[in-house]
C-alpha cells in the first residue's frame, strides 16, 4: 500500500471521527481499525475530486446545495442490482448476415435458460433472413417488440445487451434520454472501441454480470438544447402551406459528439463560443465539435484532438480545420454551460448534428446549449476501466505501435577496444567502413 493512501484513509478517518464525535449514541470505533478498513477498501490510488474539504486553518470548500454531479472514485464503480433483473433490451447490428447467428442464440439462451423477458426492435420481427430461420421462428412469439419515437423504454428495461460495433451503443444511448441500464456490448462490428466483449463464452460472461460481477465505466453525455429564435416561424409557413426545415427546440442527450458544422456552404463557418455566459472565442473554420470524455476517441482525435479517459470528467472543444494555427482543441470542466451561435456577420448558416443523428439548420439568432447530463451510459467492463480501455487504443486505434530502435550491441566490441574519450560514433563508422 503506497503511503499517499494510507495518509488519505487517516485524513478520511479523521473526518469519520469528527462527524462521529458529534453524533452522541453511534457505535464508536477505534483509529486504528477505522484506518485499516479504509486502506483495505481502496485498491487504487483516488482518481476523483479530494474528500478533504478543509484546506489549512481557515480555508474551506463552500457547500453548494445546487450540485447535480457527483465523481466517485472509478474503484468503487461495481455493478450491483438490488433485485434480479427479468427484462433485456437485445440490440444487434442491422443489415449484418454475420449477427444473426449470434443473436438467435443469445435471445434463445436468455429467454430458455435464464426465463427472462426480451425486447427488441419491431424492424427484427420483420428481417426477411430471420423470418425464413428456423431456429429465430421458435421463439419470435415470445419476444416483446418496440419503435423508436414512439414507445417509451423507461423503467421497462432492466440490462441491455448490444451486438455489433460501436454503433449499437450510441443508438443504446439514444433510446434513454433520462436514467440508461447498464449496458453489456458484444463486439460483432467492424472497430469495436467501446464493445469490450467477445461473443465465443457469452454464457459465462451474462452470468456473471447478472450476478453482479462487474465493473462499470460511467461515460458521461451531453445535453444538448436548441433554442430557437423564433418558435413561431414553423407554425407560420406551415399556415402558408410552406415546409419548414426548422424543427421547434431540441433537447438531446449525446454519448460521443455534437458537430457544429458549415453544411453545403462554400464559405467557412462563423461561430461564437460562449462558456458560462463569458464570449470565449469565435470559430472561423469548418465548424466545432463539442465531446464527451468517450468521444474524444471519435470524429475529435480525427481532429487532432488528445484521448480522454472516459471517467475525467471533462468536456472537449475541438475546432475542425480552423482558419488559425494557433487554435488548439481545449478541456473544460465538466460543470460548466456552453452556448454556441452563428455570428451575426457570419456568411452562411450553419449545421448541427448529435452523434451523427438528427441534423438540422443552425440560423442566425439560434443558439446551442451543452453542458453533462446527470444521466451517465453505464457501460460495464470485460475487466476493469484502465486494461480497457488501453486494450481498445491498442487494438482499435494502434495507438504508439513503431518500429523500435535497435539496441547497442553491435558496438561493444569496438567500445571496449576504443575506449578513449576521443571516440565517436564517427569514428567507429570509420572502422566499419575500413572493416568492409
Given amino acids: 500500500m503506497m503511503e499517499e493512501d494510507i495518509q488519505l484513509a487517516q485524513a478520511m478517518v479523521r473526518m469519520e471521527l469528527e462527524d462521529a464525535a458529534s453524533s452522541p449514541g453511534t457505535p464508536r470505533k477505534t483509529h486504528a481499525s477505522l484506518v485499516q478498513d479504509r486502506v483495505f477498501r481502496r485498491t487504487r490510488s483516488l482518481n476523483a475530486p479530494s ?16 450540485m447535480v454531479m457527483t465523481i466517485q472514485d472509478p474503484a468503487s464503480q461495481r455493478l450491483t442490482w438490488y433485485k434480479p433483473p427479468l427484462t433485456v433490451l437485445v440490440i444487434k447490428k442491422v ?34 433472413l430471420l423470418k425464413g430461420h428456423g431456429a429465430f421462428l421458435s421463439i419470435r412469439d415470445k419476444l416483446m417488440s418496440f419503435k423508436e419515437g414512439k414507445d417509451d423504454l423507461t423503467d421497462k428495461i432492466d440490462f441491455i445487451a448490444c451486438l455489433g460495433g460501436d454503433g449499437t451503443l450510441l443508438y443504446a444511448s439514444s433510446l434513454f434520454q ?8 458484444f463486439h460483432l462490428g467492424s472497430l469495436g472501441f467501446l464493445t469490450p466483449f467477445e461473443f465465443d463464452n457469452f454464457q459465462d460472461q451474462v452470468t456473471n454480470v447478472l450476478e453482479g460481477h462487474a465493473a462499470l465505466t460511467l461515460r458521461s453525455r451531453l445535453r444538448c438544447i436548441i433554442i430557437r429564435r423564433d418558435k413561431e416561424i414553423k407554425d407560420a409557413n406551415e399556415n402558408n402551406g410552406m415546409k419548414s426545415r426548422r424543427p421547434n427546440s431540441t433537447n438531446l442527450l449525446v454519448l460521443n459528439e455534437v458537430v457544429i458544422d458549415r453544411g453545403p456552404s462554400p464559405y467557412l463557418s462563423n461561430i461564437d463560443l460562449f462558456l458560462d455566459g463569458r464570449h470565449i472565442t469565435s470559430v472561423q473554420g469548418d465548424g466545432l465539435i463539442v465531446s464527451t470524455p468517450t468521444g474524444s476517441t471519435a ?29 488548439r482543441p481545449i478541456v473544460v470542466p465538466a460543470g460548466v454551460e456552453l452556448k454556441i451561435s452563428v455570428s451575426p456577420d457570419s456568411r452562411n448558416t450553419a449545421w ?22 446527470i444521466y451517465p451510459v453505464p457501460s460495464i467492463c470485460s475487466q476493469d476501466q484502465i486494461a480497457d480501455w488501453f486494450d481498445s487504443l491498442a487494438e482499435c486505434l494502434h495507438w504508439n505501435v513503431r518500429k523500435k530502435q535497435k539496441h547497442l550491441d553491435d558496438y561493444s566490441s569496438y567500445t571496449s577496444s576504443h575506449s578513449s574519450s576521443n571516440d565517436t560514433l564517427d569514428s567507429i563508422d570509420r572502422v566499419d567502413n575500413l572493416d568492409t
Fill in 51 to 66: 474528500p478533504i474539504q478543509q484546506f489549512g486553518p481557515c480555508g474551506r470548500i463552500m457547500k453548494n446545495s445546487a
Fill in 95 to 128: 443489415r449484418d448476415a454475420a449477427v444473426l447467428q449470434p443473436f438467435i442464440q443469445l435471445v434463445k439462451w436468455l429467454i430458455q435458460e435464464k426465463h427472462m423477458v426480451v425486447f427488441v426492435e419491431s424492424s427484427v420481427l420483420e428481417e426477411p
Fill in 352 to 373: 448541427v448534428s448529435f452523434d451523427g443523428r438528427n441534423r438540422q439548420e443552425l440560423c442566425h439568432g439560434d443558439s446551442l446549449r451543452v453542458t453533462t447530463s
Fill in 299 to 327: 470524429y475529435a482525435v480525427a481532429a487532432g484532438a488528445s484521448m480522454i479517459h472516459p471517467s475525467v470528467p471533462a468536456i472537449m472543444v475541438t475546432p475542425i480545420c480552423p482558419h488559425s494555427l494557433s487554435f
Fill in 178 to 185: 433520462q436514467s440508461v441500464p447498464p449496458v453489456m456490448a
